[in-house]
């Protein structure tokens, strides 16, 4: 038996992120909708946007509750007739997953492969969440696969201090 062969990528949706006009109003909306605790940070990060080189820093908050017990992925698509998502111009930011450094290398591959551009890759430097603070930061790498997925895919890789 060969030894060498790698398990088969597969991609598990553990983040889904939006991207609000209104950040406040879209929390204060999910917490009147029954989200949890906000966690917030405020990050600071460097590396490429769209393949220049950049800094760039988030407001970021997030809920661990609203999640619980999802278990479906729908792919919607209207065939006919007015409807919803066309006056919509807010969409989901991205779907993500945590994964390890030697995993984003071979998921890299796959995404060049398969014609997908990085969006962004970044390493986090700064965080004010003290559940992180000087204990981990992050490599965020997004591919943009919004003209075929209609939102973007991100890979997480924490990194321990």
Avoid at 8 to 30: G, M
Avoid at 45 to 55: C, L
Avoid at 103 to 120: C, S, V
């Amino acid at each position: 038996m060969d030894t060498n062969i790698e398990p088969k990528l597969v991609f598990r949706i553990e983040q889904v992120a939006l991207c609000p006009a209104d950040p406040a109003a879209a929390i204060a909306l999910l917490t009147r909708m029954g989200a949890g605790e906000w966690a917030r940070d405020h990050v600071k990060a460097s590396g490429t946007v769209f393949g220049a080189g950049n800094t760039n820093e988030a407001d970021l908050a997030f809920d661990y509750e609203m999640l619980k017990g999802a278990n479906e992925l729908e792919v919607l698509h209207y065939t006919d007739g007015p409807n919803w998502m066309e006056r919509s111009p807010n969409t989901v930011s991205h779907l993500g997953m945590h994964c390890s450094a030697k995993e984003l290398l071979r998921w890299r591959g796959f995404m060049a492969a398969e014609g997908f551009r990085e969006a962004q890759s970044v390493r986090t430097f700064s965080h004010t969440n003290p559940v992180i603070k000087g204990k981990r930061s992050y490599n965020y790498v997004i591919y943009d696969t919004r003209a075929v997925l209609g939102v973007d895919i991100k890979f997480i890789v924490r990194l321990e201090a």
